[in-house]
């Protein structure tokens, strides 16, 4: 996966997302404009910790004409936005700047659905 702007974290494009989202069956993708919008400027230490410490976090860069598909289907208002995916499946969005315990809990309560879905199928 591409890494821009000094950053480990993975940036996503229409062909990129779908595979990250296979590899991570519960996800936060951050819509951000990085190069221009000074609130996704202060997200992406966030975001770049978060994934360093192992959370499956990406990003799109709504800019990149390879995320066209992408921006078109989920940015409506402002950004950052950020959609939590289970099995490649929204779960939910947010709008705005986010902390890291936030987007943490997010992808935990992801994971809680995630396991406590396998367990009722398991037990049907």
Known sequence: MPRRY??????LDDTTLPLFLRHHPVATIAFLAPT??????AQLPILDMLW?????????????????NLTERWIKDAV???????DGQPL???EGH?????????IE???????????????A
Do not use: M, N
């Open 109 to 123: 309560e992801g994971l809680r659905l995630t396991v406590h879905g396998s367990q009722s199928e398991s037990s």
């Open 36 to 41: 221009t919008c000074p609130p996704c400027q």
């Open 80 to 86: 950052p936005f950020f959609v939590t995916f289970r």
């Open 92 to 94: 939910w969005t947010r």
């Open 98 to 106: 986010l902390d890291a315990e936030t987007l943490r809990t997010d």
């Open 52 to 68: 360093q410490d192992g959370w499956p976090i990406g990003c799109v860069d709504i800019k990149d004409p390879r995320s066209h």
């Open 6 to 11: 000094g950053s480990s974290l993975p940036y």
